[in-house]
Nanobody, 119 residues
């Protein structure tokens, strides 16, 4: 139930930063693990980062290398991904997702926002 909508993507040069935001509507995703994924043309969708319901625990893909930070605002019902020192290989469509209540998988997805990093 509910919908997710990403925003904040754009075209930047290598080394620059972007902040993606994921807004939930229709219902709150409080208490659910939220994640960011990305997919480049011809590539499989890959995990980027996740944050648990309380916002205390976070997981990151190895390729983030400390560059990205995931956070959530319970009152605003939003999840953000701060991306610093972007690299051309970060170019992809970034998706926000919510994990199912049983924590077995992600069952709600946004439509994605394009991030393009030029060298």
């Amino acid at each position: 139930q509910g919908q997710l909508a990403e925003s904040g993507g754009g075209l930047v040069q290598a080394g620059e930063s972007l902040r993606l935001s994921c807004a939930a509507s229709g219902r709150t995703f409080r208490g659910r693990t939220m994640g960011w994924f990305r997919q480049a043309p011809g590539k499989e969708r890959e995990f980027v980062a996740a944050i648990n319901g309380s916002g205390v625990r976070k997981d990151y893909a190895d390729f983030v290398k400390g560059r990205f930070t995931i956070s959530r605002d319970i009152l605003k019902n939003t999840v953000a991904l701060q991306m610093n020192n972007l690299k051309p290989e970060d170019t992809a469509v970034y998706y926000c997702a919510a994990k199912a209540a049983n924590n077995k998988g992600y069952d709600a997805w946004g439509q994605g926002t394009q991030v393009t990093v030029s060298s």
